[in-house]
């Protein structure tokens, strides 16, 4: 079945980076794009990155735009999000989604604070 694990999530303080990273099985990870999401505590979810199945085309969110990155490894069947200039309001829970949104991970938490 069809699987996306996150990890890399974690409390960083203002200005820091952290490194999201999303491993799947379970399905053709070469032919889908992916996305990234995140819902933050009283908020919706957001879309905030999606790579298409090549990596060749990225799309952000205006609220991470230059400071985050989505990639992909299509070898190892993982995405990536690089974090940079992290700021409270990036405070969230972070999800991995595949196949157009029909598989989502379990999330990964991210805290940035002081």
């Known amino acids: 079945q069809v699987q996306l694990v996150e990890s890399g999530g974690g409390l960083v303080q203002p200005g820091g980076s952290l490194r999201l990273s999303c491993a799947a099985s379970?399905?053709?990870?070469?032919?889908?794009?992916m996305r990234w999401h995140r819902q933050a505590p009283g908020k919706e979810r957001e879309l905030i990155a999606t790579?298409?199945?090549?990596?060749?085309?990225?799309v952000y969110a205006e609220s991470v735009k230059g400071r985050f990155t989505i990639s992909r490894d299509n070898a190892k069947m993982t995405v990536y999000l690089q974090m940079n200039s992290l700021k409270p309001e990036d405070t969230a829970v972070y999800y991995c989604?595949?196949?157009?949104?029909?598989?989502w991970g379990q999330g990964t938490q991210v805290t940035v604070s002081s």
């Open positions: 989604v595949a196949l157009g949104g029909a598989y």
């Open positions: 379970g399905f053709t990870f070469g032919n889908s794009g």
């Open positions: 790579i298409t199945s090549d990596g060749s085309r990225t």
